[in-house]
C-alpha cells in the first residue's frame, strides 16, 4: 500500500509539471540554430556543442547539449542563455532542468556546474538571481541524467528573466594541482510560473525525477549484478 501512494503521488506530480507552461523556447535542445548558433532561441558562447545520440543518450527527445572546458590552467567559463519576456513581480518561478556527469570524460574538481535564473527590469538590470550547482562533482552519480531545480519569487520591478546553464571550470589553484577538465550534457530544461514539483532525491535513480516504481526495478537490477 505504501509504495502503491508514492507512485500515485510521483505521477501526480510528473502529470503536474506536464501541464504547466514551459516560458523557455526550444528548452530541450531540439531545434538546431542557424550559421553559428548552435540551438535555436539560445545564445551560446565557448564549448557549446549538439549531442545527438552519438555520446551519451538524451533524457528528452533526440539532442543534447555538451559543454567542455580548455585545458590551458586558467579559469574559462562555458554556456548559454536566453532571455525570457513578460514575467510578473511577486510570482514564484521555477527553473529546471537535467545534467549528466559522464564516467568516460568525467568532471574535475575544477568544474562548477550551474543553472542559473536572474530576474532583470525593464532595462535589462539584474535585480536578483538565484541559482543551483546541478552536478555536485563530489557526490553526484556518474552516467545519470540528475535533475537541478531552483525557485524563487520575481521582485519588485521584475519584467524578464534570463537564464544561465553554465560549466564553469575554475584555473589552477591550491588544492587543484590538476586540471581534469571533463564534459557535462544537458537536457530538458523549463522555466515555469510556480514553485518546484521535481525530485532531487538522491532514490530517483533512473533521473526522471519521479520516485515509482522504475527507481526500485532499477536498484533490484543492480544488486543483483553486485559489485
Known sequence: MRLSLITTAALGFAAMN???QNLLSNGSFETPGPGFVVFEDWIQFNNVFADMSDEQTPQD???SGKMFGFGNGLQNDHGMFQVVEGLTAG???TLSGYVLNPSNDQLGPEVII???LNF???GGVPLET???QVIDVNTSPLDTWVLGEVSGIAPAGTTSASVYLLHIQLGAKAGF???LGGASFWDNFSLTEGGGTGCNNPADLNGDGSLNFLDVSL???LFGEGC
Request: proline share 4%.
Open 18 to 20: 506536464a501541464n504547466a
Open 61 to 63: 527527445g533526440m539532442t
Open 91 to 93: 510570482e514564484e518561478y
Open 114 to 116: 550551474l543553472a542559473q
Open 120 to 122: 532583470l527590469d525593464a
Open 130 to 132: 538565484v541559482e543551483t
Open 177 to 179: 594541482p590538476d586540471q
Open 219 to 221: 536498484f533490484l537490477q
